[in-house]
């Protein structure tokens, strides 16, 4: 058990699907790490403040202030904190934090415009890139993975791709799901996805491939999970196109 007195900061990254909470002290290290299954999405706005108290209700025994990014800012979340629009420098997110609560703030997330037009977003992403790197590429893979082009320490440029869910839902609702089943991680058929991915800009009609490689006997029901998701990730990196050219960071958990 952590002397609460030692912590300085409780950081909590609320997503859709999990929330994952840290303990640190005046320095910025990380003295413990918690994580919980009742993500934002399944949340009313009434019910936030319950689930904090009881995650990390012990660590702010002593005062500490929360710091929570992600979902838990959205339209529909705890309390809508507003994007900050790009080019945005990690101050701009600091002026414009949301109060939720008594020694609660929620960091804004990160919008693009153009011309006039809202052209893309993110939330909790943007806190996880100004951490890792000023200037350069990054990638957070995940269900709506995002690529983000930071310079000067400032987010200059981002783009969703909706990966991670369009794999989802081909898995469980799409003719290429029902033949396939749980087996090993099989690399050479994720190879050969992301080869096919990378090299063919029709995706809907790669997609396809899924279907004739196991019809024909070259992808068998349990690799065919990993050339999907391989030809997936490959068409993802093929359109990233201008803007995000350049070394790529990648900021994940190591799975």
């Not at 590429?137 to 709506?144: E, I, K």
Request: aromatic share 6%; proline share 5%.
């Amino acid at each position: 058990m952590i002397d609460a007195s030692r912590i300085a900061l409780v950081g909590v990254d609320w997503g859709s699907t999990n929330l994952r909470a840290f303990a640190m002290d005046d320095e910025g290290a990380v003295l413990d790490r918690r994580a919980d299954g009742r993500g934002a999405a399944g949340l009313s706005p009434d019910g936030f403040a319950a689930v904090l108290d009881e995650v990390v209700g012990d660590w702010r025994a002593g005062g500490a202030p929360v710091l929570i990014c992600g979902m838990a800012g959205a339209r529909g979340g705890w309390v809508e904190a507003p994007y900050v629009e790009g080019p945005a420098a990690l101050a701009d997110l600091s002026a414009q934090m949301t109060g939720a609560a008594p020694g609660v703030r929620i960091v804004p997330g990160v919008c693009k415009r153009q011309d006039g037009r809202l052209m893309d977003v993110m939330r909790g992403e943007e806190v996880q890139v100004f951490g890792a790197l000023t200037d350069g590429v990054a990638v957070c893979p995940g269900t709506h993975s995002k690529w983000v082009r930071m310079a000067g320490g400032r987010i200059t440029d981002l783009r969703t791709a909706m990966t991670g869910e369009l794999f989802a839902v081909l898995r469980a609702h799409s003719i290429l799901g029902r033949s396939m089943t749980e087996g090993p991680f099989d690399p050479e058929a994720f190879d050969a996805g992301v080869d096919r991915g990378l090299g063919d800009p029709a995706l809907t009609a790669a997609l396809f491939s899924v279907r004739t490689a196991e019809l024909d006997g070259r992808l068998t029901p349990g690799a065919a999970p990993d050339y999907l998701s391989g030809l997936l990730i490959g068409s993802e990196i093929a359109g990233a196109g201008g803007g995000f050219e350049g070394p790529v960071h990648l900021i994940g958990a190591p799975a």
